[in-house]
């Protein structure tokens, strides 16, 4: 009996030539699975299932995991309005963790003797594939042809023409990874250090002028309707907000980080819903959250971003830092207003039962209900009492010396 491998299928040109090499030149019975974290509709769905099989694999998989992703993944990086270099909402690489994740759930159910999947060798997805499928099937071989092989996009072109393998073999200009939470989009601007997109390089075209106001409705750190709209899944509304923004071309940028594998990158990026719903939660947090509270969440969140963009989330401190986000989320519920305009947008305010801005304890600046005049006046030499005997005491030091 042939040896069974699955593979991650995303129809492209180095999962197609991965199908044919795998099966003709090295004898495994493929299959093949596409994991959906957002992006695809269910016409390009039934397409790749359609290419898969055609290319002869033994069975196809379709996997819905956009609800997965944002009860493992998503939620997190919006309780800590997480945004990699305070820019990237981290569009691509969160979900390629849970595709790694459903990914390895499948080969456990076949039983298969390997994975393969299709990352060259210049990139961050390879590490994240790699780790969690070590991790996760620590077992299984991992196969990875066209890094392997080191082959460029014409030898795989010229081995798939060999096949028979009748598909579009023409490059777009741009390389674009749509998802869940942004697209990604990636061209000879993003190559080198100094540059920008052109406006046909994004998928989404301002398609909206004027202004237009919306309403987001969080409930514990959740975002649950938006206008006079209800959700029953986060998920749904992230695909409304999606519709409602993306057409004003906001959330547009490119991102410059660090990659895992040690270089520099810089890639292009649009994401009107997560940007929004991060820039209104922070809003709303800033108004029912503590001092030391958002100081925490800044420090640890960073670190969840950093962690999850490397490939991590298995990482046991994940869950004690999930812990912690999850319970600064207890009042985090109210309306954020936002004013949508071409290419930007304005956060207006909140309203919030939690709001510890009420007019009940004072308004800043003009008058306060809560101390006298008195009392601020002893406050403010205890809280500066210690750096005022640190300056008596140098005071004098000086004085001995002259």
């Not at 009107?272 to 809003?283: D, F, M, T, V, W």
Request: hydrophobic fraction near 40%; proline fraction near 3%; glycine fraction near 10%.
């Amino acid at each position: 009996m042939k040896k069974k491998v699955v593979l991650g299928f995303s129809g492209g040109l180095d999962t197609t030539f991965c199908v044919k090499y795998l099966s003709d030149k090295l004898g495994y019975e493929v299959h093949s699975i596409i994991i959906n974290t957002g992006g695809f509709s269910d016409e390009e769905l039934a397409k790749i299932e359609q290419h898969a099989l055609a290319l002869g694999v033994a069975s196809h998989k379709t996997y819905d995991a956009r609800s997965e992703y944002y009860k493992k993944i998503l939620r997190f990086l919006i309780y800590g309005n997480v945004l990699k270099n305070d820019t990237y909402p981290l569009s691509v690489s969160a979900e390629r963790v849970i595709q790694a994740i459903a990914v390895a759930d499948h080969v456990k159910a076949l039983k298969a003797d390997a994975v393969a999947h299709g990352s060259t060798g210049a990139g961050n997805d390879q590490v994240r594939f790699d780790m969690i499928f070590n991790i996760l099937i620590p077992d299984v071989e991992i196969l990875t042809p066209v890094r392997d092989l080191k082959l460029s996009r014409q030898e795989e072109i010229d081995f798939l023409k060999e096949k028979g393998v009748k598909m579009n073999f023409e490059k777009s200009v741009y390389s674009i990874n749509k998802g869940l939470w942004g697209t990604s989009v990636g061209g000879k601007e993003t190559l080198k250090s100094n540059g920008l997109l052109p406006e046909e390089a994004w998928p989404t075209q301002l398609s909206k002028t004027g202004e237009e106001e919306v309403v987001l409705y969080f409930e514990k750190g959740d975002l649950r309707g938006i206008n006079e709209k209800e959700f029953e899944s986060p998920v749904a509304a992230i695909e409304y907000l999606q519709s409602i923004a993306g057409p004003y071309a906001i959330g547009r940028d490119i991102h410059v980080g660090d990659t895992i594998i040690g270089i520099k990158g810089r890639v292009g990026f649009e994401a009107a819903a997560p940007i929004l719903i991060i820039k209104a939660h922070q809003a709303l947090e800033k108004h029912v959250l503590g001092k030391w509270q958002i100081t925490m969440k800044k420090q640890l969140s960073d670190f969840y971003g950093s962690w999850i963009h490397e490939g991590q989330l298995l990482d046991p401190a994940m869950r004690d830092i999930e812990a912690f986000l999850l319970s600064s989320q207890r009042h985090v519920s109210g309306k954020v207003y936002i004013q949508l305009m071409p290419y930007r947008y304005t956060v207006k305010g909140i309203e919030s039962p939690f709001d510890l801005m009420s007019p009940k304890f004072g308004s800043y600046g003009e008058m306060n209900k809560g101390w006298s005049g008195e009392d601020v006046r002893g406050f403010s030499k205890i809280f500066g009492n210690q750096t005022a005997i640190y300056h008596s005491i140098e005071n004098w030091q000086h004085e001995k010396k002259d």
